[in-house]
């Protein structure tokens, strides 16, 4: 029992030079993380992720430049973050737009109001249509990617093992799809929102 304890209790010298390092970066992991997120709890995570990483991986010899480091660190973490928040608020928002679609197509509406949803969800129908039709002109794996995910509803993992990718390679691909999407279709999709 007393050898387990020891294993527990960590080495003087790690624990004074993790305290040292602590002490020194802190405010400025803290700051990075606060400039990217506009979220002082947020930042205060991503500034405890960092240290306890540095715990874990301060015996390593490549931590020279340690400043850099946790700074890159920080970045890279906060970049997570506001990917996955960019991510849930575009999974919110269709969600959102398919309660209400699903609410205003079981409540009487009059004749005006039907027609607007209708030439509405026709619009939309018709944006994403083309959104697709590009995508598979374009490049049939991006196609087939983004088909398995929004129509098919497969999962991420799922996906990049059917296609042989690592997840980290299917992610990325992913994101340059998306983000070629969004660049030439965002003025479409911006014009049905303020329609309706």
């Not at 990483?53 to 970049?79: E, F, G, P, Q």
């Not at 002109?137 to 990718?165: F, P, S, V």
């Amino acid at each position: 029992m007393e050898n387990n304890k020891k294993n527990i209790i960590p080495d003087t010298e790690k624990e004074k030079e993790f305290n040292k390092v602590y002490r020194r970066y802190s405010a400025l992991i803290l700051n990075i993380a606060y400039q990217y997120l506009k979220d002082s709890q947020l930042a205060e995570e991503v500034m405890q992720e960092v240290m306890f990483r540095y715990y874990v991986h301060m015996n390593d010899s490549n931590l020279v430049y340690l400043k850099s480091w946790l700074s890159t660190i920080a970045k890279n973490l906060c970049i997570n973050i506001l990917k996955k928040r960019k991510y849930e608020v575009i999974t919110g928002e269709i969600e959102l737009v398919s309660n209400y679609r699903d609410t205003v197509l079981t409540e009487a509406l009059d004749p005006e109001e039907q027609y607007l949803e209708t030439e509405r969800q026709r619009v939309i129908s018709g944006l994403c249509e083309d959104i697709f039709r590009e995508l598979k002109e374009t490049n049939e794996k991006e196609y087939c990617a983004i088909e398995a995910l929004y129509r098919e509803e497969k999962a991420k993992k799922d996906i990049a093992k059917d296609m042989d990718m690592t997840e980290g390679a299917f992610y990325t691909m992913l994101c340059r799809a998306k983000a070629k999407v969004r660049k030439k279709y965002v003025g479409q999709y911006e014009e049905i929102k303020e329609l309706w």
